[in-house]
């Protein structure tokens, strides 16, 4: 009896180690663990400050440090939203494109609008796990070329270039892909953006000033072989995007 007693003080496999969860474990796999779990601890607070300073008004901390914040959250863990957002959005942004194609007599003809933002639609609707492309990527596109440019649609720095780039080629994929435009000679595109109020609801005392949309025409951009090349959709530095001459619509 003493005997199983003793066996039983000295542990299971004879060692002396008694206990449960990391105390089971021996010394340097204790280390690990411990240094792996505070690691851990402290990337999630660093985490969980940065995405509330993200959200956050502004404020003293998130304008003397709103650089470092950008760096973390973009673009893994954008946040599309604010804390103490006053209303939610109120207008409807759609993308609609058309293009300049050559026909075969050597001349040129323009096709109608194409509504880009309606085609996303569809494939959202009644999909219960639409892509992040069809999502986001145009409304992004069009954020980032708005927050880029000046009304007069002039680059207001490198970034500008690039976000030029991006629309141009993101309407060039969209439209070789329709099948009425398929195979078509494309020359030059032109893409707008068409803003629609959304009605208040009957309890709601806010009035839109104008229930007719309103229409931000891009300038019209030449297509070049870059445009459909296999890379194409990779990611550039903004400061090694080459300028892009813009072509106004005759």
């Given at each position: 009896?003493?005997?199983?007693?003793?066996?039983?003080?000295?542990?299971?496999?004879?060692?002396?180690?008694?206990?449960?969860?990391?105390?089971?474990?021996?010394?340097?796999?204790?280390?690990?663990?411990a240094v792996a779990?505070?690691?851990?601890?402290?990337?999630?607070?660093?985490?969980?400050?940065?995405?509330?300073?993200?959200?956050?008004?502004?404020?003293?901390?998130?304008?003397?440090?709103?650089?470092?914040?950008?760096?973390?959250?973009?673009?893994?863990?954008?946040?599309?939203?604010?804390?103490?957002?006053?209303?939610?959005?109120?207008?409807?942004?759609?993308?609609?494109?058309?293009?300049?194609?050559?026909?075969?007599?050597?001349?040129?003809?323009?096709?109608?609008?194409?509504?880009?933002?309606?085609?996303?639609?569809?494939?959202?609707?009644?999909?219960?796990?639409?892509?992040?492309?069809?999502?986001?990527?145009?409304?992004?596109?069009?954020?980032?070329?708005?927050?880029?440019?000046?009304?007069?649609?002039?680059?207001?720095?490198?970034?500008?270039?690039?976000?030029?780039?991006?629309?141009?080629?993101i309407a060039v994929?969209r439209l070789d892909?329709?099948?009425?435009?398929?195979?078509?000679?494309?020359?030059?595109?032109?893409?707008?953006?068409?803003?629609?109020?959304?009605?208040?609801?009957?309890?709601?005392?806010?009035?839109?000033?104008?229930?007719?949309?309103?229409?931000?025409?891009?300038?019209?951009?030449?297509?070049?072989?870059?445009?459909?090349?296999?890379?194409?959709?990779?990611?550039?530095?903004?400061?090694?995007?080459?300028?892009?001459?813009?072509?106004?619509?005759?």
């Amino acid at each position: 009896m003493d005997t199983d007693v003793e066996k039983g003080a000295a542990g299971a496999d004879g060692t002396g180690r008694t206990g449960a969860g990391i105390m089971a474990l021996s010394l340097p796999y204790q280390v690990v663990v411990a240094v792996a779990l505070a690691v851990t601890g402290v990337f999630a607070c660093v985490h969980l400050a940065m995405v509330f300073l993200h959200v956050a008004p502004s404020n003293t901390l998130t304008k003397q440090n709103g650089q470092a914040v950008d760096d973390w959250i973009y673009p893994e863990f954008e946040q599309n939203w604010k804390l103490f957002a006053p209303n939610p959005l109120q207008q409807n942004v759609s993308v609609e494109a058309r293009a300049e194609l050559a026909t075969a007599d050597g001349g040129r003809r323009t096709t109608g609008w194409i509504d880009l933002t309606a085609q996303d639609a569809e494939a959202v609707r009644h999909n219960p796990m639409p892509s992040h492309t069809q999502q986001n990527q145009l409304r992004r596109a069009v954020d980032f070329y708005f927050n880029s440019h000046n009304d007069e649609h002039r680059p207001n720095g490198l970034r500008g270039r690039l976000s030029e780039q991006y629309m141009r080629r993101i309407a060039v994929q969209r439209l070789d892909a329709l099948p009425s435009l398929g195979g078509s000679d494309v020359r030059r595109v032109q893409l707008r953006a068409v803003t629609r109020p959304v009605p208040a609801p009957r309890w709601g005392t806010e009035k839109p000033k104008t229930s007719a949309p309103t229409y931000r025409d891009f300038p019209w951009w030449r297509i070049t072989d870059a445009d459909r090349s296999p890379g194409a959709g990779a990611d550039r530095n903004p400061a090694d995007a080459a300028p892009n001459r813009t072509e106004e619509a005759r």
